[in-house]
């Protein structure tokens, strides 16, 4: 589906695809311990590829997952707390007070898994879309609740799998935190591909083609402030149907960008340096605005003082300013 080879946007030959596999990723996840931090992970990784530096650009969200049953020891009945009441009760011959009462009797708990998404990234060539980023889950397995409760019983499989209100316990692990391998993403692959599938430019490669020939390229990797929310799935139809989302990766509070009204030429210039100089690197505010993250009144205000002659930016920066005022867009 994807192409082998790809040709960096300043010419030259062609970079070959980042060789990281999935196969030897899910089994280092698998055999690596998980402990109160990631670095045994990251550096178990990154000795399978010592040639593309790795690093954890950001941890998603806590999520949650109903997850199996067990005894009150701990003791494993079941993965899949779902499956386990279906099977259960076509061996209690499809009889509903024989399963509660086979219930009541074991005083059986459901397991919660804990969880959070680590988004890993590797640069392999000097371009935005250079990169491949890595998705591994942290999870942990936990007792939540007993399956129900004696005082008010459920009334079919579903209210039993998913009660309304649950009698929650006192949670205990049950076995270790584990690593689990998501996917890996040749970014530069997926742009491409992602190109296929639409008639227009996607506003996250307009994003990345900005980032490619402004100051910010020059001074920072793309993938050290921002990294991606990929998805990627098979329409009803058969269709492929693809979409990214750009996230700014946690390196510190978001600088503030105080109001650009009024404000014109050394006070407009003074106003976004200091934003750039707080974010790290240059030309930051105005990625910062395609992400809603500063007022388009600033990309405004800056547009006007180019028409103006004003020349506080770089004439590289000052063109995409141009290109942007002439075509918004933000994601």
């Known amino acids: 589906m994807m192409h082998d080879a790809r040709h960096p946007m300043n010419g030259g030959a062609p970079l070959p695809a980042a060789p990281f596999d999935g196969q030897l990723l899910n089994r280092l996840c698998k055999e690596t311990l998980a402990g109160s931090g990631d670095e045994a992970l990251l550096a178990r990784l990154q000795r399978a590829y010592p ?14 997952r109903l997850g199996g049953i067990i005894k009150p020891d701990g003791a494993r009945v079941a993965p899949d707390v779902n499956e386990w009441a279906e099977r259960t009760f076509i061996e209690c011959g499809q009889n509903f007070n024989t399963l509660l009462d086979h219930c009541e009797t074991e005083r059986f708990l459901v397991t919660q898994h804990s969880g959070v998404s680590l988004y890993l990234v590797a640069e392999t060539g000097p371009n935005a879309e250079d ?11 936990f007792a939540h609740r007993y399956l129900i409760d004696d005082a008010q019983l459920p009334e079919d499989l579903e209210e039993l799998i998913d009660p309304i209100d649950p009698v929650n316990v006192e949670p205990f692990a049950i076995g270790p935190p584990r690593y689990t391998y998501r996917r890996k993403t040749d970014v530069a692959l997926f742009m491409q591909e992602l190109g296929r599938h639409r008639a227009d430019r996607h506003p996250a490669q307009r994003f990345m083609d900005d980032w490619n020939r402004s100051s910010a390229g020059v001074d920072k990797r793309f993938c050290e402030p921002w990294s991606l929310r990929l998805f990627q799935h098979i329409g009803r139809h058969g269709e492929q149907i693809m979409n990214v989302e750009i996230v700014r990766n946690p390196l510190g509070d978001v600088p503030r960008l105080e109001s650009a009204e009024g404000r014109k030429g050394k006070a407009l210039a003074t106003l976004i340096g200091r934003f750039d100089s707080q974010a790290g ?14 007022s388009p009144h600033v990309g405004e205000a800056v547009s006007r003082d180019l028409t103006n002659d004003y020349a506080y930016l770089p004439a590289r920066d000052a063109a995409i300013v141009k290109d942007w005022a002439a075509t918004p867009y933000c994601l």
């Open 281 to 294: 690197y240059p030309f930051a505010w105005y990625f910062h605005m395609l992400k809603g993250l500063v």
């Open 51 to 64: 040639e593309y530096p790795l690093r954890i650009a950001r941890k998603g969200h806590e999520w949650y």
């Open 131 to 141: 990169f491949v980023q890595i998705e591994v889950d942290r999870t942990q397995e």
